[in-house]
């Protein structure tokens, strides 16, 4: 038996030594062989894990949010900060735009984000570039060339990263997937009240913990619109390092005295006409009240879809919303101005925004606007009707 055994190998050998091709081939399966193993252990690895290695690998990154940042894009960046920070990867994290609304400023304040403002690629503090909750650099001079390091999104779109893409477009959430990587990591959420030295291992802190369950909450209508399953574990994965204290103070942060007014004069001045609504609120001196207002008239009984029009320092600034499939929002306004001079309006199908520019009038003084309010009241709803 023994004997055969060898006589085999030998007769292997004889073939191999005969036939210096058939050697080539051999060694080459071999190598794709532990080519095709170490690929199948990199894809086995869990997207947090290769997230983190990669990020190991660069000295610095600028995390870049979408321009006017939200909750959700906010939490994403503190989040990839402190993933970055754990492997000595030094981060900052950029936005271009502003901070609006109130819930996104109590964010910022409340959980002292840090946040560096850039008007141009020029001010990208690293080479390598992540975008959370977008996937293609916009709204800054250069963005166009930026070539993102990675892309971690939740929103449909062509955009890449060199050397990352996760885009989940089933996620209500990029905080989501954000909160999954910690998970990957083997991190454990810091209850609020705990001392970071008394968890051992990989940990998330309390911090963006909470911004990350903020994320969730805003980016979902508190988990009741577009959110998975996903949403769902990864807020409960979350839940133990949340301050409650602090996600409160995000979530109803006091509402300026001019806000409340705004919004008391939208609903005391609408004007109706079937399921739509438009309200003149008159001047403003602060015009993130205007989209609040707009945000609150749509939330009225029998009320589907809105506009809220106000004017500060000659700019009439309009807002709109709707929950009726029948208004796309973004194309209304824009169909309502689209023949204004400098007047421009846009967005997306259940919200909108656009403004109308100072006109000057035929004798060289600058009116608020040719168009008349009426008018423009009376186009505002032609638009939401379809007629325009
Ligand atoms: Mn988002």
Known sequence: MAQAGVRTIETGWDMLAANPRLVVAVAG???????????????RRAPGERF??????????????????????????????????????DTVVQYTGQVRRQENRAFRTVLDVELDRIDHVSDLAAEAVVLVDHNAARGFAGA?????????????????????TDVRTDYGATASILA????????????PDAHETEVTGATLSTRTATGLLYGIISDTNRLTRGASAADFA??????????????????????????????????????????FAV??????SNVDAIPQAAD??????????????????????????SRDDRVHMGRALEAAVDDVNDASAGGHARMGGGQIGPQI????????????????????????????
Request: no cysteine; charged share 25%.
């Open 29 to 43: 399966g071999a190598l794709a062989l532990v080519a095709a193993l170490a690929l199948y252990r990199r894809l």
């Open 52 to 89: 983190r290695s990669l990020l190991a690998g660069r000295e610095s990154i600028s995390v870049l949010l979408h321009p006017n940042p939200d909750a959700d894009a906010m939490a994403a960046g503190i989040a990839v900060a402190e993933l970055a920070e754990s492997v000595d990867t």
């Open 144 to 164: 166009d060339g930026v070539l993102p390091f990675a892309v971690v999104d939740h929103h449909p779109g062509e955009g890449g990263g060199e050397a990352y």
């Open 180 to 191: 999954e990587y910690f998970r990957d990591t083997g991190a454990t959420p810091i209850p």
């Open 234 to 275: 990864a807020a409960a994965y979350l839940q133990p390092g949340v301050d409650e204290d602090n996600l409160e103070r995000i979530a109803d942060p006091a509402v300026s005295t001019e806000a409340l007014d705004v919004k008391a004069r939208a609903i005391a001045g609408r004007e109706v006409r079937g399921s």
């Open 279 to 284: 309200s003149d609120v008159g001047r403003v």
């Open 296 to 321: 609150e008239l749509v939330g009225l009984e029998g009320v589907t879809a809105v506009v809220v029009l106000g004017e500060r320092e000659g700019t009439v600034h309009l807002s709109g919303r």
């Open 361 to 388: 009038t035929a004798d060289g003084s600058e009116a608020v606007s040719v168009l008349g309010r009426d008018e423009l009241i009376d186009r505002l709803f032609d638009a939401m009707d379809g007629e325009r």
